[in-house]
C-alpha cells in the first residue's frame, strides 16, 4: 500500500533516546485506526540530533566534577543538557575552529526528511505527486524546525537546487504541531517577527485533483499545545498580528503524570500525553479524508 501522508517528528532539549517518538507514534496508530483511517497509510520517520551535542556535554559534565566537589549533580546534568543545547545552536558567525552546531543539526534534520520521502515515495512512479507532509515538533525542536523550514524554502525559491522538490522544500507542509514550544525565547534577537507559513505554497498540489481549496485550508493548520506549568511552553499568537495569523490555535493541556503534571517536569511529558496524542490523530485524520 502506496503512504498518502508523511509524519516528520523532532525532539527538544535533553539527552534523548532515538526511540523518543515510540509512545506518540503508538498512540497515533491507536487513535487513528479507531478514526475509521487505516494507520497504514502514514509514514512516520524521527529525526534524532541529540547525538550531535549529547556526548559533548557529558564531557563538559565530566570534567567540571572530576576535581570539584558540584552539589546536585543531577540537576545540573538537566541544565546542561537543556541550556547548552539552545547556547550551542545559533545561526552565528563562527570563530576558527569553533563549531557549527547549527549546521550540524541542519544535516541531521535535511536526512530525515530526505529519508522520510524515500520511504514514501518507494514503489511510487517517479511523475507521482508529493504527498502532505506533517511535522510534530517539541520544545527547542520547534525552533530548529522553524528555522529549518524557513531555510529549506529559501534555497528552494533562490532556485539553487536544494532541496530539489516540493516535499523537502515544505511547499506541502500540510500540519504543523508544536509541543511545549519555546519559539518566543529565541524572539527577543528580532526587531520583527516573520513566522513560517503553514501550510506550504504547493500544498494543493499533494491533494487529488477537484479538493476545494477551501477544505484543504481548513484541514491544514499550524497547532500549538503548551501545559501552563510548563515554564519551557509558551502560547505563540500573542507573540504578534503575524503569529496571530499564522498559528491556527494555541491549545492548553494537562501533560504527566502524579508528580508531573502540577509542575516543570511536564515540559518532558507531551509525546506520550493521551490528549496531545487524540488531538493531532484528530488533525491527521482531516487530512487524510481529503486524500
Known sequence: ???????????????????????????LIAHLDRLGIDPATVCFESVWWSPAL???????????????????MSLRRFVVHSL???????DVARSPGQLDVYDEV???????????RRRVREGVPEEAPEVPLAVVAHSLGCHMMSNYIWDARAAASSGSG???????????LALMVTLGCNIPLFTLAYQSLTPIDVPGADVLSAFPPGTRPTDVAAACRWLNFYDPDDVLGYPLKPLSSTYGEAVSADITVN???????????????????????SNVARALSEILELL
Not at 3 to 19: A, M, N, R, T, W
Open 1 to 27: 500500500m502506496a503512504y498518502s501522508l508523511g509524519v516528520l517528528f523532532i525532539h527538544g532539549i535533553g539527552d534523548q533516546e532515538p526511540d523518543y517518538a515510540h509512545g506518540m507514534t503508538e498512540g
Open 54 to 72: 549529547a556526548q559533548r556535554e557529558e564531557d563538559l559534565i565530566r570534567r567540571l566534577g572530576a576535581r570539584n566537589r558540584l552539589d546536585w
Open 84 to 90: 547548552a543545547d539552545a547556547l550551542a545552536y545559533q
Open 106 to 116: 541542519h544535516a541531521v534534520i535535511r536526512e530525515g526528511v530526505a529519508r522520510l
Open 162 to 172: 536544494e532541496p530539489a522538490n516540493a516535499f523537502e522544500a515544505f511547499g506541502t
Open 255 to 277: 501533560v504527566g503524570g502524579l508528580l508531573s503534571s502540577w509542575n516543570p517536569r511536564s515540559h518532558t511529558a507531551y509525546w506520550t500525553d493521551d490528549d496531545v496524542i
